[in-house]
């Protein structure tokens, strides 16, 4: 049987990164994304080129690019206040949005629904809101991950101690045993 490396239908969670990018302890799901929105992407990063006369190349550096997962939730109430960016008045159902900078950095983690399917685990991103509404669908928001650099720190035979820094991790998703 071929793996599936579809999606499909996925749950993002959040939790706040470690002081140093590290990855959260904890994670809460961000709601439902709406149908085929979720996306990962990245663009290149600034190259520089030191060329001699007559444009020949001589040397050649590309800087890291960025990498970023895009998503749509079409009910963000809550992820307001979960944020820092707003806050909820349950009687009112009333949402006050104070800012669309988060001022945190947050772990994210995509899981697939589908065992087998390749999910992504960022230690460190910024996310950024963008607010959206159309007629059809009613409020939604656009969030954007942008991956920072996070680390892990690995305590070895008690004398060393390595700390290893990356984007993102890509995993298989397996259903835990019972």
Request: proline share 3%; hydrophobic share 30%; aromatic share 6%.
């Amino acid at each position: 049987m071929a793996k599936p490396i579809i999606w499909a239908e996925c749950n993002i969670s959040i939790g706040k990164c470690g002081d140093n990018g590290e990855l959260a302890k904890t994670f809460a799901s961000i709601g439902d994304p709406e149908d085929n929105t979720t996306q990962l992407n990245s663009d290149q990063g600034d190259v520089k080129e030191l060329k001699k006369t007559g444009g020949v190349v001589v040397d050649r550096i590309e800087n890291e690019g960025v990498v970023y997962l895009e998503t749509t939730l079409l009910d963000p109430t809550t992820l307001y206040s979960t944020l820092g960016i707003g806050t909820v008045t349950e009687s009112t159902g009333k949402v006050r949005v104070k800012s669309l900078v988060v001022a945190d950095h947050y772990s994210m983690r995509l899981t697939p629904k589908r065992e087998g399917g390749y999910g992504i685990e960022a230690p460190c991103t910024q996310i950024s809101v963008l607010p959206q509404g159309e007629e059809a669908k009613g409020s939604a928001v656009k969030l954007r991950f942008t991956f920072l650099e996070g680390q892990e720190t690995t305590v070895g035979d008690g004398n060393t101690t390595t700390v290893e820094t990356y984007l993102y991790d890509k995993f298989v998703y397996k259903k835990a045993s019972a």
